[in-house]
Structure formats: structure tokens, C-alpha cells
């Protein structure tokens, strides 16, 4: 590839300046006192299962200021959600979770809402609950929480609720290559073992906020913190009250972190804004938000690997069981796209069966690596398990059974810009692997390393599209459909405008966040908007090129395609000496050129041809995902015995990016990353009473501070160019695979520190005092009396 000018280098980013000067406008600044404004408020159900008896709203009506009372008798009857049609706006009937929706309050103040909101009454029934996923998964466990299952409408893989094994599992994924009992067979050692995850929360900064607004012509204009303006935000308002597009606008600006979370204030915002005639503003408390946002989704792993002596795999099965929480929202694609992060290593015998679980506990959804990451904390513990056993290295054991750059792998995909040994290979070397590592005075301190692999997949199946206008001034305006949440995507996008027209990125200004002014786009999900809105606005740049050289064709008497645009010039190809400004194409009184108001306007889209949603009862494909980005971290730890407490003292990461459009966000997002990644593995996790969030405030859920991360000379983020051919520049994302092989890194050095293995996240001083208490019981007798 040519050298790049503008690709590749750090360009600061592009709202360095509103967001240090405070004037970044985000969702909870929209309609600070504007006049007309109602406070939504929404009371949420006490129980976690319980029949609603009576709501009597008569008390709140009284309440001075107070504009609507709204219960489930004024919403849509019908069900809706994401995937499988399961529940309402506000509850009819039943109440599923501490948490469920119950009424909504509009009043033309807060005080009056909150008032209001305390007056409602509502005699429950209190009914038997289920928390734990494997006892509700049984056959014949007595809680059913969706007794019409089998009658809701499912939105998206059908296929999913096929052989369901009990009334409260929704999903089903089947994954399967090969013939794995004879791939046991073969086996020269069979390693067995089960895991489990947590339910985690995003804490995103920015607590979920939305305006909405009715406007005369029967427009609902919806301004929210919600990210992906067309599926998540004028999609979502569509199916919920049952409007057409061209009555829904969605609108964002800048969103301060959201990691998956998805609590949906807007829709509450729209429900009084549709029934009021008056603009609706709804805010999330932090409390609110934790029950809300639609969590990570806890997972049951059972794990079992057959390996030959020599290191190689030869079969792998994997069961998981997923706590879905009262509602499935998202969770069915969660545990679907989960699968395919086992694709890193070459496994002729595989089966993935996993299991949506209806329970009585807050609905999961996504969060950053979308179900990737739950599966690697077993996978990964388990090479490191295997190559003990087999007294390999297990560098080397990963190395051996890695995928190579175009074999089949395991779901039938054809392998490209495959970086993950480059990756390996580096943070092997800096964290020292194979070298002795120092041990501090203190006899109850230990220090060892530990390393991981893993991999995020980007979704094939989405669309992008955008379009590039060139001013006569000069300067360039790129239209898009994604989303700004704080991960530095418009000045990754100005710079590929910039790099594709040869103008400085000084002249792009980047629009985006309104879909009644920017074209389609899936938005920010599944680290995509760098390949697809990248592709999308080259596309659109290479169109506006030929457009410039079609207008200035009779002007410079040449063919179109004998004429070149670039650098705010149109040359002739034969003679880049002779040139005209684009400006030209503008000057007025020239019949040759454009009229004054005219525009120069380029559209382009980005898709793939040909993607397969999979085999319904193998998950076989030839092209079920459109890019993998490859991770590996190595850490150092020293593991107090005494205390439990585990400080992380040394980091490494190395991320497969295809192309670093902008290196220094790149290693931002790797940063983050193993922050998000550090705190899954050693603090967070949401602590439930009988499905009650005990723990639901920044005080008392555990997340790592400053302190507790290394940095400066001790953090170190590599980034591996294994061009992807499809990408813009070889680029390809990176946001999400960041954090996917933290916490086996973690688990591996801890294990290599005290001979521990912990398999239930997080790894608390608790646990693991735990943990060491029964290694201690269990050596003790097997030495026997003395």
C-alpha cells in the first residue's frame, strides 16, 4: 500500500475541544427549561414475581402539576421486544422482576412527578420466584414465567426456539463440526471442568436520558442518550406504538459511554409524550440505570477438551447456560454470536449447545464483546489447564492448535487477516514469559504471570451507508448514520474522508446523530463503524470524485475519466501540471459550471453479498461474520495469601486492528479495555437479594480505581497490522476484543502464583481465601498425621 498521509497518523481527535471546554452537548442537556416540558417519571415493581391485583392512580392524578397517570391499560396491548415478543411497556397481569415497569408519571415538575409517583397504589399478589438458571431450566421446574412461550412472535433466528428442553428456556443455539464422542475417543487426555461468570453492570458515565417531542404534523422527535438513531432508537419507537418510519425522528449527540447498555428511556419519554401532546423528558438515577441498562449476561460454562499428547485438540464440547433474567431483550443474538469466538483454534470435533433461561431476576443484554467474553474465561483457563497437564508451554500449546490464515475453521468460515500469533508472540516477549519472575520480601506476596487469547468478531449482516458533500469553499461535509460514544469514531472517519479526497482534516466536518438529516446505518454496535461506516463514506468520497470530474469535463475539454480530483484540484492524468480548483465548478456566470446553489453530493453504500446466517442445526457457514480482531494480554500480579487482595502490577496488551487508522485511539481503546477488563475479573459483579440489586450505586459496586491499575512504564498496548483486504485502508474494529482475554489472564497468573484455580468470576479476596483455605485443607490430608 502507497504511503498515506492522513491514515495511520494521530490526528487529535475532532471534539478534543467542545468536550474539555464543556460545551458537548449531550442528551440530558436537551430542554433545560423549556417552557411547556413535562418530568416523566416510572414506578417500578417491588417483587420480583407477583401478580398485579389493583393499580389505583386516583390520589396521583390530585397532584398539582401533574399532567398524566399511565398504566398497562393505556399501552399497546400486544408484546414487543428485540428478539422474542415477550413483554409489554408497562406490565398487565404480572410483574417478572424487581424492576418491571408498572406505571409512568408525566408533571410539569420533577417534585410533582415524584409526589405523584408515591400516591399510586398497587395490591400484588406475591408469587414463587426462580433465580438460578439451572434450576430453571429444569423440565419440570415449578416456576414458569412465560406460560405463552410458544406463542410469541419471534423477530429475528427462529430457528433459536427449536428444541427448547424446558417451559423456561427461550433459545437454543446449536454449533456443530465433526463427530465429537469419537474426537473424545481419540483423546489422549480429556480435561472437564464448569465455570461461571457474573451479572456485571456497563457504568457508562452518562445515566440514560431522552426528550420526546410531538410535533404538529404527528412527529415524534425523540433526542436520547439511546445510541444507533434508525434500529435502536426510531426502529424500537416504531414497533412499541406501532407508527411508520416517517413519523419517528431519532436524534443523539454525543454519548457519554455505553459498553451495550440499552434501558430505554426513551420509549417511557414517547409513552407520555404520545398521550400528553407535550414534550417529555425522562432521567435515569444511577439506581435506575443498573436495573435497567440490561446488564451482561451471567453464564453457567461446562467445558470439556480432548487433546492429544503432542498438544494437539481434537474435540471440544461446551454447554452453556444463560441467565436471561425475566424478559430475553437481546440475549438470544448475545448467545448466538457467543459462538464464534471459539473459531481461534483448529478443532475438527466440536458441539456448542446454549441455553437462554427466563428467571425471576433484571432482563441481560449486551455489553462490551457480546457474549464473547463468558466463554473465553473457560476456554482460556483450560489451555493453560492442558498444557500443565501435558507439561507444555502454553505459548506453545496456542501456537500449535492456532488457525491459519485461509483454513476453514470451525464454523466453516475461510480464516483472513489472522494476526493472532503476531499478537502472542509480542506480549509473551515484554511481560518476559519464561523468565523467572522477582518475588517480593513478604513470605504471604506472590508474584507469577499469565497470558490469554482471544478474538471479537465484527456482524456481517448490517448496512452502512453515507454521504460526502464538497463545499465550494472547500471544506467537506460527511454524513453518517453511527454514533459518537466516546470512542473517537468522526475523527477516525474525517481522517478517511480526508485521506480518500487528499484534503487536510481540518476541512471534514463530520454530521451525524439525526436520522432526519443522515442516511441508514446500523450504528455503533459489534465494533463495526470503522469497517462499515469506513467503507460507506470511501464509497461515498470516490462518488463525489466522479462527479466533480463529470461536472468539470466540459470545462477542461477532457473525458471524465481522463481527469483525477483530489486536494481540492482536478488534474489531467496525462499532465498533473494542468489543473483547476473544485472551487471553479462554482463560479457564477459560466453556463459550463454548477449554479450558485447547487451541491457536489456523493452517496455511498457498504454491505456484503453473499453472508449466511448459519445452519439452523450445525451453525456451519461460509460467511457468518465479516472480520475478527485478535487479542492477547499478559499480566504479572502479586497475589497477598494472606489478605487475598490481587494487585495487578503489570500489563501487556496486543490487538490485531487490520490497519490503525489512528494509532493513538487505538491504544485508547485498548487502555480501556483492560480497565473494564481488570474490573470484570477482580471487583464487579451486581449483588441480588431474591432478584433485588443490593449493590445498584457507584459507592458500593466494585470497580477498580486509579490506583488499583498499573501504568506509565508497566502498561504497554501493541497494535498488529494484519491488513484486512475489505477494510478501509485494511482497517478493521477493535473496541470490543480489547477486554475479551482479560480475566483468564488474570485467572492463569494467579494460578501460576498460588496453584489456585478459580472459576467463578469475579475472583474476590473472598474466593480465592476461599479457594486457598481448601488447598491448604486438602494438602494437609493428604500428607497425612505425622
Not at 238 to 243: D, E, H, K, Q
Not at 612 to 629: F, H, M, N
Not at 710 to 732: I, M, Q, S, T, Y
Request: hydrophobic share 40%; aromatic share 8%.
Amino acid at each position: 500500500m502507497s504511503e498515506l498521509s492522513v491514515v495511520g497518523k494521530n490526528v487529535i481527535r475532532l471534539d478534543a475541544l467542545e468536550k474539555v471546554t464543556g460545551t458537548a452537548l449531550y442528551a440530558a442537556d436537551e430542554a433545560l427549561g423549556e417552557p411547556g416540558m413535562l418530568h416523566g417519571k416510572v414506578l417500578w415493581s417491588p417483587h420480583a414475581h407477583a401478580r398485579i391485583i389493583s393499580i389505583d392512580i386516583s390520589r396521583a392524578k390530585k397532584v398539582p402539576g401533574v399532567e398524566a397517570v399511565l398504566t398497562g391499560k393505556d399501552v399497546p396491548e400486544a408484546r414487543v421486544g428485540s428478539c422474542v415478543d415477550d413483554q409489554h411497556m408497562l406490565a398487565r397481569e404480572k410483574v417478572r422482576f424487581v424492576g418491571d415497569a408498572v406505571a409512568v408519571v408525566a408533571a410539569r415538575t420533577l417534585e410533582a412527578a415524584e409526589e405523584a409517583l408515591a400516591l399510586i397504589k398497587v395490591k400484588y399478589e406475591v408469587l414463587p420466584a426462580v433465580f438460578d438458571a439451572e434450576e430453571a431450566m429444569r423440565p419440570d421446574c415449578p416456576v414458569v414465567l412465560h406460560p405463552g412461550l410458544s406463542g410469541y412472535k419471534r423477530n429475528m433466528y427462529p430457528y433459536l426456539g427449536n428444541d427448547l428442553p424446558g417451559p423456561n428456556v427461550h433459545t437454543h443455539h446449536k454449533v456443530r463440526r465433526g463427530n465429537v464422542e469419537e474426537g473424545f475417543r481419540q483423546a489422549d487426555l480429556i480435561v472437564e471442568n464448569r465455570f461461571s461468570t457474573a451479572r456485571i453492570s456497563h457504568c457508562q458515565l452518562e445515566p440514560a436520558s431522552s426528550v420526546a417531542r410531538p410535533n404538529v404534523d404527528g412527529t415524534l422527535v425523540i433526542s436520547t442518550s439511546t445510541k444507533s438513531v434508525y434500529t435502536g432508537v426510531q426502529a424500537e419507537v416504531c414497533r412499541f406504538f406501532g407508527l411508520p418510519p416517517s413519523k419517528v425522528r431519532g436524534v443523539t449527540h454525543y454519548i457519554g459511554g455505553n459498553f451495550g447498555s440499552a434501558p430505554r428511556a426513551h420509549i417511557f419519554a414517547a409513552l407520555a409524550a404520545i398521550r400528553t401532546g407535550r414534550p417529555v423528558k425522562v432521567v435515569f438515577s444511577r439506581e435506575e440505570c443498573f436495573f435497567r441498562d440490561l446488564n451482561r449476561l451471567p453464564m453457567v460454562i461446562y467445558l470439556k477438551d480432548g487433546v492429544k499428547k503432542d498438544g494437539t485438540l481434537v474435540a471440544r464440547q461446551i454447554k452453556l447456560i444463560c441467565n436471561c433474567g425475566a424478559y430475553a431483550q437481546i440475549t438470544p443474538l448475545v448467545i448466538r454470536n457467543g459462538s464464534f469466538g471459539s473459531s481461534q483454534y483448529r478443532i475438527p470435533n466440536f458441539r456448542w449447545d446454549a441455553y437462554g433461561v427466563y428467571t425471576n431476576e433484571p432482563p441481560s443484554g449486551a455489553f462490551r464483546g457480546f457474549g464473547n467474553a463468558q466463554p473465553f474465561w473457560a476456554m482460556e483457563q483450560h489451555m493453560d489447564i492442558i498444557a500443565e497437564k501435558l507439561r507444555m508451554d502454553p505459548v506453545e500449546l496456542r501456537q500449535k492448535n492456532l488457525i491459519a490464515e485461509g483454513e476453514e475453521n470451525l464454523r466453516g468460515e475461510k480464516t483472513h487477516s489472522m494476526g493472532a500469533a503476531e499478537c502472542l508472540d509480542k506480549v509473551a516477549q515484554w511481560i518476559g514469559w519464561g523468565r523467572p519472575t522477582s518475588q517480593p520480601s513478604s513470605n504471604t506476596v506472590k508474584v507469577a504471570k499469565g497470558f490469554a487469547l482471544a478474538n471479537k468478531y465484527t456482524q456481517v449482516d448490517t448496512i452502512a451507508s453515507a454521504l460526502v458533500r464538497f463545499n465550494k469553499d472547500g471544506f467537506v461535509d460527511v454524513f453518517h448514520g453511527s454514533d459518537e460514544i466516546g470512542q473517537g469514531s468522526q475523527t477516525v472517519l474525517a481522517q478517511i474522508a480526508a485521506e480518500e479526497l487528499g484534503v487536510p482534516v481540518e476541512k471534514i466536518k463530520v454530521i451525524w446523530g439525526d436520522s432526519a438529516r443522515v442516511p441508514y446505518d446500523h450504528g455503533a454496535i459489534s465494533s463495526r463503524t470503522t469497517m462499515f461506516v469506513g467503507n460507506a463514506i470511501r464509497a461515498a468520497c470516490q462518488d463525489v470524485k466522479r462527479l466533480i470530474c463529470a461536472t468539470a469535463s466540459p470545462v477542461m475539454g477532457a473525458a471524465p475519466e481522463d481527469l483525477e480530483a483530489r486536494g481540492g484540484q482536478i488534474y489531467f492524468r496525462s499532465n498533473p501540471s494542468k489543473s483547476m480548483p473544485v472551487s471553479d465548478l462554482f463560479l457564477p456566470g459560466r453556463a459550463t459550471c454548477l449554479p450558485h446553489d447547487a451541491e457536489l453530493l456523493g452517496q455511498g453504500t457498504f454491505f456484503y453479498k453473499g453472508y449466511s446466517d448459519g445452519d439452523p442445526e450445525t451453525g456451519q457457514g461460509t460467511r457468518l461474520t465479516a472480520s475478527y480482531c485478535y487479542t492477547a494480554h499478559a499480566v504479572e500480579v502479586a497475589v497477598d495469601t494472606e489478605t487475598g487482595e490481587v494487585k495487578v502490577l503489570r500489563f501487556c496488551s496486543a490487538t490485531d486492528v487490520g490497519r490503525a487508522i489512528n494509532p493513538k485511539l487505538c491504544e485508547a481503546q485498548s487502555e480501556g479495555g483492560i480497565a473494564q477488563g481488570i474490573g470484570s475479573a477482580l471487583y464487579e459483579e451486581m449483588l441480588l437479594d431474591r432478584g433485588r440489586v443490593l449493590n445498584c450505586n457507584f459507592h458500593d459496586y466494585g470497580m477498580p480505581r486509579m490506583t488499583e491499575l498499573p501504568g506509565n512504564h508497566d502498561l504497554k498496548c501493541f497494535l498488529v497490522e494484519a491488513n484486512h483486504r475489505e477494510g478501509p485502508f485494511g482497517a478493521k474494529g477493535m473496541g470490543e476484543g480489547a477486554m475479551t482475554p482479560s480475566a483468564p489472564a488474570i485467572a492463569n497468573a494467579i494460578y501460576n502464583a498460588t496453584g489456585v484455580r478459580l472459576m467463578d468470576l469475579p475472583m474476590s479476596p473472598e474466593r480465592l481465601l476461599r479457594a486457598l483455605k481448601a488447598q491448604n485443607k486438602e494438602a494437609g490430608h493428604k500428607s497425612g498425621p505425622l
